[in-house]
Nanobody, 125 residues
Framework: QVQLVESGGGLVQAGGSLRLSCAASGRTFSSYAMGWFRQAPGKEREFVATINWSGLSTLYTDSAKGRFTISRDNAKNTVYLQMNSLKPEDTAVYYC??????????????????WGQGTQVTVSS
């Protein structure tokens, strides 16, 4: 049974940092892209960042560029999201996801077929 388990969320003041982790089990995802999405209350899920299988190629939403860094450790079957300079508008439930569809990195959530349960990130002003 495949599981993606996020951790590292919490409450932080604006300007602070958090590091999210997503550990996969039940299957090795070292050959596939992994990504992060988020959903704020009353809003649709949105793309945050994704990383290719090797870790050498990444894609970010504009609001994350320069503040967030996605990385992965294939030996640990884990993807990370380092979030710096956090803003109140970053408050959301953050989900990790994996796509087993080969192709260019994508921000389309429909292309990801494995999802974690989410971790809450709350940024206070």
């Amino acid at each position: 049974q495949v599981q993606l388990v996020e951790s590292g969320g919490g409450l932080v003041q604006a300007g602070g940092s958090l590091r999210l982790s997503c550990a996969a089990s039940g299957r090795t995802f070292s050959s596939y892209a992994m990504g992060w999405f988020r959903q704020a209350p009353g809003k649709e899920r949105e793309f945050v960042a994704t990383i290719n299988w090797s870790g050498l190629s990444t894609l970010y939403t504009d609001s994350a560029k320069g503040r967030f860094t996605i990385s992965r450790d294939n030996a640990k079957n884990t993807v990370y999201l380092q979030m710096n300079s956090l803003k109140p508008e970053d408050t959301a439930v953050y989900y990790c996801a994996v796509t087993t569809v080969y192709g260019p990195l994508t921000s389309r959530g429909s292309m990801y077929n494995y999802w974690g349960q989410g971790t809450q990130v709350t940024v206070s002003s």
